[in-house]
């Protein structure tokens, strides 16, 4: 698109179904990398991706032709597919329905780069529920407790 010219910005945050530990240390770079090869397919920029074995964060530019749903539903459905074909674990792994997108303006980009890097510290103060539940009070969206995470 001819002179147009954006910088939007999304901190993405999805949980493993049921919020179960089945990101393993042994090969979640490689499912990382399988993440950003996704991203960059459809043609946007992964800036970070880093996570738990519980969850992960994303901090992806896109661009204003970017349907961010269909992207991470792609993100989602190929990486779940990715781990089930190599056999990374002894069970189906499958991504929670669902995701948090919160936008981010340049100004912040470093500090959500920082935030992203240093997911282990973080968590050593804080469950993912808890974490989750923070975004979602200090970006004003309003949620019900109920339909918040799927419970196995």
Known sequence: MANTYTQLYFHIVFAVKGRNNFISEKWKDELYKYISGIISN???KLMIVNGMPNHI???IGTKPN??????IRDIKANSSKWVNE???TNINFEWQTGFGAFTVSQSVVP??????????????KKTFKEEYMEFLK???IDFKDEY????E
């Open 42 to 44: 459809k043609n946007q």
């Open 57 to 59: 964060h994303l901090l």
């Open 66 to 71: 970017c349907n961010l749903s269909d992207l």
């Open 86 to 88: 190599k056999k990374l």
């Open 111 to 124: 500090n959500v780069i920082e935030y992203i890097k240093n997911q282990e510290e973080h968590h050593r």
């Open 138 to 140: 200090a970006y004003q």
């Open 148 to 151: 918040l995470f799927d419970e």
